[in-house]
């Protein structure tokens, strides 16, 4: 099959690449890049596991090609803490607040919790579990997610540590 040439940002970097037509970004960002944090889970667009940021949105990566991401600005949970490894306030948080057991979909988690502070930085405790309503967590039960969620909120608002977590 051809290959076709797609250019895309991801996570700052600019990539060029040949992938098949039939490539999802999923895979394109895991086989190809290198980038295993989105983790593939079921594949049906079900449970977020493989969130990513692409324009400014959250979209599920197996549900889009890699083709269709051409031109695209992609960020991953790879992109999301500081280039010199400063955690962001959510990674903080799903640490602070326990916001993780098993991990397999904090990737996810993270990527679309971040995308839902940039549209509203002050969420409130239903925002929150509306925002996150399309990824599925089969350990946490959600409380120490959604804890995880305003505690960033409240720091990338400017709130003490102490602050943030109560």
């Not at 039939?22 to 394109?28: D, E, G, S, Y």
């Not at 079900?46 to 959250?58: F, M, Q, R």
């Amino acid at each position: 099959m051809a290959k076709t040439r797609i250019s895309l940002t991801v996570n700052g970097r600019e990539v060029e690449e040949l992938v098949e037509p039939r490539m999802l970004l999923i895979h394109f960002l895991r086989e190809q890049l290198n980038l295993t944090g989105p983790h593939i889970g079921c594949e049906t667009s079900h449970c977020g596991a493989c969130t990513v940021d692409l324009d400014g949105k959250s979209v599920k990566s197996c549900t889009v090609f890699a083709v269709q991401a051409n031109g695209a600005d992609i960020v991953t949970i790879e992109g999301i803490a500081a280039a010199d490894g400063t955690l962001h306030a959510l990674q903080e948080g799903f640490r602070e607040m326990h916001g993780l057991q098993c991990g397999f979909c904090t990737p996810g988690m993270i990527t679309r919790g971040y995308r839902l502070l940039q549209e509203n930085p002050n969420p409130s405790e239903e925002e929150i579990r509306v925002g996150i309503s399309g990824n599925l967590c089969r350990c946490t039960g959600y409380q120490n997610i959604v804890k995880a969620i305003q505690y960033a909120a409240a720091k990338l608002a400017g709130a003490t540590v102490q602050e943030a977590a109560e």
